[in-house]
Each structure stands twice: as structure tokens, then as C-alpha cells.
């Protein structure tokens, strides 16, 4: 949510402001602005509406060499002009940018307002700015934003440019990220490194608590309480082509694409075939200490929550031990009960999700052992758990996580096979799961090679109002995240239901104008499956199946068909037909499925 660009240098900061918002627009925004430092005046260009509407805006006069820019996500105020950032002070001596939540900006405001201070727009972030400018006296404009920020609650990433100090930014983070790139004499600053990677690979992590100045040739970080700290940099393992279309319409159907080698990546290294077991280093877990799991929780927001569900349906199968799966936005705010003897999975695939951050904060405050899922390398949720399973999907920039979601989930079905392996699953049964895993990605293969079959079975019901999804036990996960994708890129009301369930109230909505897509592995439950299909359309509704059993001719409407495989595994493969299946009709329907309405990539604010 929210984008943030800094730059200080030696080149015109415009092209570089600008070009960095457009790789950041998959974030999710409603408008944008930049500020620029001209011949001693803060100089600021705003815009609701995309990106390209800015940069219409945007004139070539004399270049500016500092700058900060923004793509914003409205929670203050709505999506305007007045609104958008960057914020100034009332003398223009400040600008700022931020992403997150000022939670005590309507006292802020009240007090500003009393001595004076005219506000102009609807947001907590232009309190900020008049902050800052209050501080400001014969100390340096780090100084002044800290103890701006000292009377700030709330989460914030945020960067600020003084009209007085030609040459620096300061940068500061409370639970919303904020990454340095480190260039040849110049620097950047982004929410995100896909803004960066076109420049630099070097890069620089804040913490939560910590700001930094940033001048062209160095960079000074210290704690909000002034204490220095010291930040080496690192390189990321993403370039400028991971963020570009590649021949494709856009970025949904590349990364859906992409799956198959995706899955190769998660795979490689470790699966040990003789010894029938997975290899996850990166968890700091000896045997010892996996046998002693008693139970594994996974938490995650959205699809995230959905692979956890996943995950915790084959830690149970494989390892016979107690697993489910909660919001993790649920979860922080319910004061749990932290039990030593758990095995906590914090997924998110951005790592900055901040719901999943403070549940791990909550859990490492009780002593809880919580290990990460996540995407990207040095990321909050990395940092503060220490160890977990990195996820090598690759940069996901589609708001709909398709290839993520898929390694999330085969990531788990390794946790599952290596908690098994140290318990009573026999070398068999993990020989057998390991051969599974690795006949993943020919199986995913073969469902997007199916993708014509599926965009004419999206065709036929791209008129539809409301869904129905519907699964049971395996099936059930799978059936969430087929709603959620609908919902999300069509804006087709989707509902997902235990198909069990379906007697117990939803029945009552069936008819010939819902069609219900009906998720039936080939189990030891396929009599059930067949049985709610049967249902359904006893009741004229439409049915999807979506399968790899053999149907009885003319139960199901349609059919989109999947390889067989191994059982547990099967759910993964299902989910990726469902993946084409809501894609094709939200371009059915003309819906921008790399940035659907309201939504974000990242979610850094509750």
C-alpha cells in the first residue's frame, strides 16, 4: 500500500521519482506526487488518478538534483489533489511523504489547528510536515524529525526534504518499510527494492525504530532515541527484467506462467532422496527440536492464510500432529495463548505485511518459536523471526499472488514430509511424497497448457452475479482461494463453503443464476464430492468441476480437468486451475487484474 521514491544525486531526480513510482504502482494507489528542490523553493506536483496523469502534469525546467515522491492509498481524507502527497509546512520549508497510520492525527491536528496552523488537506501525514518545521532550530534536521517523531502513534516510513539542506533526505521507520540504495555517488529510497533494482542492487534495510540521512555519497543511521547503529549492505537477487512484462498482457498471466520453474526453485536442494525427506536449513530446527513440535500454527493474511490452511492439512496427514491455521490479523489482537511446545509459521510474501509483523512481534514477546515463509530476503517479517523457509518464487508484482501462493504451499508440504520423516511416516510414504513433489511442475505444466479449454468455460459464465466454492477437507482451502481470486481481479461476489455445509443454510441460494464451482479431488472423499454436485444441480444450479477423477457423463456443466498425482498434493495443482479460471473471466469482463479497485500488493497499514 503506498509508495514511496527518494532520490539524491547528481542526475535530474524527475526521471528517476517518476520511473520509480511506475514500478511501484502494483502496490495499489489512488494518486501521486513529487517534490523537487528548485533554485532555493520546494517545488510540488500532485495528482489523483495514475501515475501517467502525474507525469502529464510534470514540466522540464531547470533539473533538480534531490526529490521524494509518492503513490498514495487513501485512509485520510479521500483520493484528491488536496490530498496526495508530498505535504508541506505553511512557510513550504518542509516536505513529506509517508506510508501507514498517524493513530493520534486527529489530536495532532486539534493541536496544530490551536496555535494556528491552517490545514489544508484531510491527512494525518501533512500534521507531520508542521512537526517537523516546529522543531527546527540549531540542530540538523535528523534531530527535528525525531523529536517530531517522538510525538507521533502509530506506523510510519517516511521521508523528509528541508528546502535549507540541498544535499540530504532523512528517512525514518516504525512498522512500514523503508530500503536505501546504495549507487555510484548517488542514493535512492524506496518502500519497496522494485523501485531500485533499475539502479542498484545494494541496498540497506531499516528497522522498525530507526532513521537514517542520506546524502549522494553516504548514508548515517540511528535509533529513534539517537543511538548510532550501524547497517552493512546487502545485494538482492532481483533485477530490472523481473519487473517488466516480458511479451506477456500483464503481470498475472507472466506469473502465472512463471509457476512451474517457480516451484523448481523451491524444490531445488531440498529434497534428499535417500532418506525419503526434505532438507530446510534456513529453520535452525535439528530433529531434536522437530520432534519435540507438539502442534504448528500458520498464520498469514489473504492467500497467505489459504496456503496456511493447506499447510496445515499435510503437517496433520503427513506428521500426525495437531496444525491449523488462523488470520494472522485475527490472531495479534486476541491475546492467544502461547504455547512453547508450537511451531509458529508467520507467512507473508512480501515479509512487510503488517498484520503477520505484529503477530510475530506478539508471539516473540510471549516466547513463542515462530519461524517465517516469506518472499523477500531481508524483509521485516525475515528479520524478526531469524529463520524460516525462504520461498524462491521470484518478484511477484500482480496484486493477486499466484506463483507465491503455489511455493507457499509447496514449501509446507516440505515442513510436512520433514516433520513426518522424524516421526512414523515410513521411507515409503515419503519416497512417495518426495516423487510427488517432484512431479509438480510437469503437472502444473500441463494445467496452463490447458488454458484454452478454461478461458472458454470462463466465457460461458462471465455473467454471472455470485459464486459458489465448494470443497471439503483437502478440497476446502482450495475452494477459499478460488473465491478469494474471483472476488478480488472480477469483482464477482464469490462465497467459498465446506461442501458439507452446503445443507446447513447456502443451499437456499442455489439456483440457475448461481453457478457453483465445485472442487473435487480424487479421494477417498469422491463419493461425498459427487454426492454435493448432485445437490446442486437438483436444484437447476450450474456446476464447475473442477477435478483429476473421472465424472460420471453430464453431472458437472463443465469440467476443468487436472493430472493425478499424490492425494495431499493434489490441492496444489487444483488451486492453479482455478488461478486460469478466475483470471480469464475478469478479462472477460475488462477488469485490470495486475491492479484490481481498492486493493494493494502489500498491506503495511491495519
Known amino acids: 500500500m503506498c509508495g514511496i521514491v527518494g532520490y539524491v544525486g547528481t542526475r535530474d531526480a524527475i526521471p528517476v521519482l517518476v520511473e520509480g513510482l511506475h514500478r511501484l504502482e502494483y502496490r495499489g494507489y489512488d494518486s501521486a506526487g513529487v517534490a523537487v528542490l528548485r533554485r532555493g523553493k520546494v517545488v510540488v506536483t500532485k495528482a489523483a488518478g495514475r501515475v501517467q496523469t502525474l507525469r502529464d502534469r510534470l514540466t522540464k525546467p531547470t533539473p533538480s538534483t534531490i526529490g521524494i515522491a509518492h503513490t498514495r492509498w487513501a485512509t485520510h481524507g479521500e483520493p484528491s489533489d488536496r490530498n496526495a502527497h508530498p505535504h508541506l509546512d505553511a512557510e513550504g520549508r518542509i516536505a513529506v511523504v509517508h506510508n501507514g497510520i498517524i493513530e493520534n492525527a486527529k489530536q495532532l491536528r ?39 517523531l517522538r510525538q507521533v502513534e502509530g506506523t510510519y516510513g517516511l521521508v523528509v526534504l528541508d528546502r535549507t539542506r540541498p544535499d540530504e533526505l532523512v528517512v525514518a521507520r516504525n512498522g512500514s518499510p523503508i530500503v536505501l540504495g546504495i549507487g555510484d555517488g548517488e542514493m535512492f529510497v524506496a518502500s519497496d527494492v522494485a523501485a531500485l533494482v533499475h539502479h542498484t542492487q545494494r541496498v540497506v534495510f531499516l528497522d522498525d525504530g530507526e532513521l537514517a540521512t542520506v546524502r549522494a555519497g553516504e548514508y548515517r543511521t540511528s535509533t529513534l532515541e539517537a543511538r548510532r547503529t550501524s547497517k552493512e549492505p546487502t545485494t538482492v537477487d532481483m533485477v530490472a527484467d523481473d519487473y517488466e512484462l516480458g511479451g506477456y498482457p500483464d503481470f498475472m ?150 506463483k507465491a501462493m503455489t511455493n507457499m504451499s509447496v514449501s509446507f508440504a516440505m515442513l510436512a514430509l520433514l516433520l513426518g520423516r522424524v516421526r512414523d511416516l515410513s521411507a515409503a510414504n515419503g519416497q512417495r511424497i518426495v516423487a510427488g513433489l517432484k512431479a509438480l511442475p510437469a503437472r502444473i505444466e500441463e494445467v496452463l497448457a490447458d488454458d484454452a479449454s478454461i478461458r472458454e468455460i470462463a466465457k460461458r459464465h462471465a455473467g454471472a452475479k455470485h459464486m459458489f466454492f465448494l470443497g471439503r477437507v483437502r478440497g476446502w482451502p482450495v475452494a477459499r482461494e478460488g473465491a478469494q481470486k474471483l472476488k478480488e481481479i472480477s469483482y464477482v461476489h464469490a462465497e467459498a463453503y465446506q461442501s458439507a455445509e452446503l445443507k446447513h443454510g447456502p443451499l437456499a441460494l442455489i439456483d440457475a443464476d448461481m453457478p457453483s464451482v465445485v472442487v473435487v479431488p480424487d479421494d477417498e472423499l469422491l463419493s461425498k464430492n459427487l454426492a454435493t454436485i448432485e445437490q446442486v444441480k437438483a436444484r437447476g444450479g450450474p456446476v464447475i468441476a473442477v477435478t483429476n477423477a473421472d465424472l460420471p457423463a453430464g453431472l458437472a456443466d463443465d469440467v476443468i480437468r487436472v493430472s493425478k498425482g499424490e492425494p495431499e498434493l493434489d490441492p496444489i495443482v487444483l488451486t492453479v486451475a482455478l488461478q486460469l479460471l478466475a483470471y480469464h473471466l475478469a478479462v472477460e469482463l475488462g477488469r485490470d487484474v495486475d491492479k484490481p479497485r481498492n486493493l494493494a500488493k502489500s498491506v503495511t497499514v491495519e
Request: hydrophobic share 45%; glycine share 10%.
Open 110 to 148: 486539534a493541536r496544530l489547528e490551536a496555535a494556528g496552523v491552517e490545514l489544508v488537506s484531510e491527512t494525518d501525514t501533512e500534521a507531520v510536515a508542521h512537526l517537523i518545521a516546529a522543531e527546527l532550530g540549531a540542530g540538523s534536521l535528523e534531530d527535528a524529525v525525531r523529536a517530531a
Open 253 to 402: 498471466r507472466k506469473e502465472m506462467a512463471e509457476q512451474p520453474e517457480a516451484v523448481e526453485r523451491a524444490l531445488r536442494g531440498r529434497l534428499d532422496e535417500r532418506f525419503a525427506t526434505a532438507h530446510l536449513g534456513g529453520l535452525g530446527l535439528d530433529p531434536m527440536a522437530l520432534r519435540a513440535v507438539r502442534r504448528v500454527k500458520f498464520l498469514g493474511c489473504g492467500s497467505a492464510y489459504y496456503a496456511g490452511q493447506m499447510g496445515a492439512t499435510l503437517v496433520e496427514e503427513l506428521a500426525r500432529i495437531p496444525a491449523d491455521a488462523e488470520p494472522a490479523s485475527e490472531f495479534r489482537y486476541r491475546n492467544p495463548v502461547v504455547d512453547p511446545d508450537t511451531l509458529y509459521v508467520a507467512i507473508s510474501q512480501s515479509g512487510e505485511t503488517l498484520d503477520t509483523l505484529a503477530a510475530v512481534q506478539e508471539l516473540r514477546r510471549k516466547g513463542g518459536r515462530v519461524i517465517g515463509a516469506v518472499n523477500v530476503v531481508g524483509s521485516a517479517v525475515a528479520r524478526e523471526c531469524g529463520s524460516g523457509v525462504f520461498l524462491h518464487a521470484g518478484p511477484e508484482v500482480s496484486v493477486a499472488s499466484t
